[in-house]
C-alpha cells in the first residue's frame, strides 16, 4: 500500500492519517484470536484495570504470536511508514489497548514521545504509531481523540507527575498527563477530532500529537492494536537497566515486507 501526496501531506499536518477498512473481516478475526490466544498467557505484559481481571494492555504481543509477528511487516502498515518516517525502521514498542464494554477505563490526555524521552532516554520523535481497530470504533465505546496539529510545537511538557506511579509496568498516561488548562489552549488553537471506523481501519499518528480517551460504558468493547516504528538511527540510550523487552524491543535491525499474506499466516502458512 502506498499513500498519495495528499495523504502525506495530510498526515505531516495534522499528525494522524486515517484508512477505513484497510483489513478485511477475515483478517481481523484471525488478530482477535491471536489477541485472545496472547491475552491467557500469564505475566507481567498484561496490564489489568484497577480492581478487575479485565485486561487493559497487552504488550509485546508479536514476540509470542506468529500473526503479530507478520503483521508488523505487512505492507498496509511498513509501506507507509517507510514513506512517512525513514526507510529503515524497527518495532519499538507493540500493544494492544483494551476497553471492555460498560467499564474500560479513561486514558488521560497525553504525548507518547513523553513517556520514551523520560523512560528510555530516547533522542527524538523519530517515530510513528499504526492503530489497528480490532472492533468497530464507534462514538460510544471510547473512542481516541486527538487534537490535530497538536505535534507540531513539540513537547507540551517535559516531566513526569512528582510521586507514586499509577503503574510499576509501565509509564501510564495519568503520570504525563497534560493539565486542564493545557488542553483548554490547545484545544483552541487546533479543535479536536476522534476518527470512527469499521474494524480494520487504520490510523496513522505522530507520537507527539496530543491525544486521549474517555471511559468506554457501552455495550461494545474497542480494541485498539498499536505498533510503534523507530527510525533505526534513533536509538534509545537508557541511562540504567533497559527497561523489559516486552516493554521496548531489543530486535532493531531494519524491518522487510512480508512475504506471504495474512491471511496465509493465521493458516499456518508462511512465517
Known amino acids: 500500500m ?8 495530510q498526515y505531516h499536518e495534522d499528525g494522524l492519517l486515517v484508512i477505513e477498512a484497510a483489513f478485511t473481516p477475515e483478517e481481523v478475526a484471525i488478530l482477535c484470536d491471536a489477541y485472545q490466544r496472547d491475552s491467557r498467557i500469564p505475566g507481567p505484559h498484561i496490564i489489568t484495570e484497577e480492581g478487575s481481571d479485565e485486561v487493559r494492555g497487552l504488550y509485546g504481543s508479536h514476540l509470542r504470536q506468529p500473526e503479530f509477528t507478520a503483521l508488523v511487516r505487512d505492507p498496509r502498515f511498513l509501506g507507509p511508514v517507510t514513506q512517512l518516517l525513514a526507510d529503515d525502521v524497527y518495532v519499538y514498542q507493540f500493544k494492544i489497548n483494551a476497553k471492555a464494554a460498560f467499564g474500560g477505563d479513561k486514558w488521560a490526555w497525553h504525548q507518547d514521545y513523553l513517556a520514551w524521552k523520560i523512560c528510555d532516554n530516547l533522542p527524538s520523535p523519530q517515530q510513528i504509531n499504526v492503530g489497528l481497530y480490532l472492533d468497530e ?4 465505546n471510547g473512542p481516541v481523540i486527538f487534537v490535530p496539529g497538536s505535534h507540531r510545537n ?9 510521586g507514586d506511579a499509577k503503574s510499576d509496568q509501565h509509564l501510564d498516561p495519568d503520570d ?19 476518527p470512527k471506523g469499521p474494524a480494520g ?4 499518528f505522530h507520537t507527539e500529537v496530543v491525544h486521549g480517551s474517555a471511559q468506554n460504558m457501552s455495550p461494545f468493547p474497542r480494541k ?5 516504528y523507530n527510525d ?7 541511562a540504567g537497566e533497559p527497561r523489559p523487552e516486552y516493554v521496548v524491543c531489543r530486535d532493531t535491525r531494519p524491518l522487510s515486507l512480508l512475504d506471504a499474506s495474512l491471511l496465509a499466516v493465521g493458516a499456518g502458512g508462511s512465517r
Open 176 to 194: 504525563i498527563a497534560l493539565t486542564p488548562e493545557q488542553m483548554t489552549s490547545l484545544v483552541r488553537l487546533h479543535g479536536m477530532t476522534s
Open 224 to 228: 485498539l492494536l498499536l505498533a510503534t
Open 137 to 140: 470504533v464507534n462514538e460510544f
Open 232 to 238: 533505526v538511527t534513533n536509538q534509545a540510550r537508557p
Open 201 to 204: 481501519t487504520l490510523v496513522f
Open 154 to 162: 513539540g513537547l507540551v511538557r517535559d516531566s513526569r507527575n512528582e
Open 2 to 9: 502506498q499513500l498519495n501526496q495528499d495523504q502525506i501531506k
